[in-house]
């Protein structure tokens, strides 16, 4: 299994993230991505990535960041993404929420974000709450990038639009929990090729974990739950999606 998303640098991780690493394998976790903020997370999460060798990088402004972003900001994510261990630039994106900067800076720097990408060569990782028109109408310009939309929380209706921008779809804990009928009748309607499993850890526990922090070895409930859906042996859905993280990030992801 992999986990395409989580925030290994967040403090809830400072004491013990040697044993959360540690459980996430002999659970059967390979490969996980961790996720940055800020230009601080990021040059966290590669110091990080250097002392485990299962660790992979996006390097980033979240939205709730956006007032961070500036021409520094730029050049020193710049310097960071050439690092080999450097797959994605994330997380970036748009939340319209009300609990995150105001959109107009979210904006900006998400459109920075996506053309730092495109001259780099990487795919993006991407946060959507209550942005998906936005989002969408954005990279429907013809910016070129290629990327994940990182724990999907729309319906089967919106997913088309996704899926014809050329975007990987990937689903969290939220999968799990009781109520989610429309992310379930999505995540059954994403092309094999196109889907992926994460955590988004410490964030969003799975329904059997609920109330705990969350970490990268829950990321098997994500799988179980993808692989119930879709009717699919939760064994041969691990490696579609594994292969299909692969296709994403590239050679840097590793095998």
Not at 112 to 120: D, F, M, P, W
Not at 167 to 195: C, M, N, Q
Request: glycine share 10%; net charge negative.
């Amino acid at each position: 299994m992999i986990d395409a998303h989580a925030h290994l640098t967040d403090r809830r991780f400072a004491g013990d993230l040697a044993d959360v690493l540690e459980r996430a394998r002999k659970a059967g976790v390979e490969r996980i991505l961790t996720a940055a903020e800020d230009v601080a997370s990021s040059e966290e999460a590669l110091a990080l990535a250097a002392q485990h060798s299962d660790v992979r990088v996006a390097v980033g402004v979240h939205p709730h960041r956006a007032a961070s972003w500036n021409v520094d900001a730029l050049s020193r994510l710049t310097d960071l993404a050439r690092d080999a261990r450097v797959v994605a630039i994330g997380e970036i994106g748009m939340d319209l929420s009300g609990r995150s900067s105001p959109p107009a800076v979210q904006e900006a720097a998400f459109r920075g974000q996506l053309a730092l990408a495109s001259l780099l060569d990487l795919p993006v990782v991407i946060h959507v709450r209550d942005a998906g028109d936005r989002v969408r109408a954005i990279l429907g310009e013809g910016l070129g990038v290629r990327g994940m939309i990182h724990c999907y929380s729309e319906g089967p209706d919106e997913l088309p639009a996704w899926l014809e921008l050329g975007l990987f779809i990937s689903f969290a804990g939220t999968v799990t929990y009781p109520g989610s009928e429309a992310l379930k009748a999505a995540a059954v309607r994403v092309p094999a090729g196109g889907l992926l499993a994460e955590t988004d850890a410490p964030y969003l526990a799975p329904q059997n974990a609920r109330g705990r922090r969350n970490e990268p070895l829950y990321v098997a409930a994500t799988h179980a739950a993808l692989a119930r859906e879709r009717g699919a042996e939760i064994g041969d859905l691990a490696g579609q999606i594994a292969r299909n993280a692969r296709d994403l990030f590239g050679g840097r992801w590793g095998t």
